[in-house]
């Protein structure tokens, strides 16, 4: 009988500024930052060899600006951009991921910036979600509980959001 051994990723997707209000609102000149960050979970039976992401970038967003930032493995992981689709990809080939049994060992994270486009009208939403494959394993969706959104808000509500407690 053969044992079956695989890797298991559970992940997450996190974007700064995070805004104002139960919208979070965001003024027309704040840069979004996003992280996605992913796990070997301890319960799984093997290393991740690859990680592949693929992250649909909102056609509210300046892609001109876009900028990667720190990536947790830099060494076995690639990225490209396509301006035509707004898709960015990261595969991390023989990353060799372990199981997260001592964390972070078997944790890793990519991360990137952009800004918004101009003229955008007040209300705007601006979701972001992320998807992640270990190995041959099904896409997951980041975050898990739906995409991460900001609105745009005039800089008057923004100012006046930022100076209230909620």
């Given amino acids: 009988m053969e044992q079956v051994v695989g890797s298991w990723d559970p992940n997450d997707k996190l974007a700064s500024p ?9 003024d027309k000149t704040d840069r979004l930052t996003y992280v996605v960050q992913f796990e070997n979970k301890a319960q799984a039976t093997a290393e991740a060899i690859y990680v592949r992401v693929l992250d649909t970038l909102d056609s509210h967003f300046d892609f001109s600006t876009l900028a990667m930032g720190e990536m947790s493995h830099p060494d076995a992981c690639q990225w490209s951009f396509d301006p035509l689709t707004g898709v960015i990809e ?5 990353i060799m991921l372990p199981p997260n049994t001592y964390p972070p060992m078997g944790e890793g994270y990519l991360s990137y910036s952009i800004s918004l486009k101009s003229g955008l009208a007040e209300g705007t939403e601006i979701p972001n979600r992320a998807h992640i494959r270990f190995d041959y394993n099904p896409w997951l969706a980041a975050p898990e509980t ?3 959104v900001r609105q745009f808000a005039s ?12």
């Fill in 90 to 94: 990261w595969f991390c080939d023989s």
């Fill in 18 to 26: 995070v805004g104002d209000g139960t919208e979070h609102a965001i």
């Fill in 146 to 148: 739906g995409p991460v």
């Fill in 155 to 166: 800089p008057h509500v923004v100012s006046v959001l930022r100076g209230m407690s909620i």
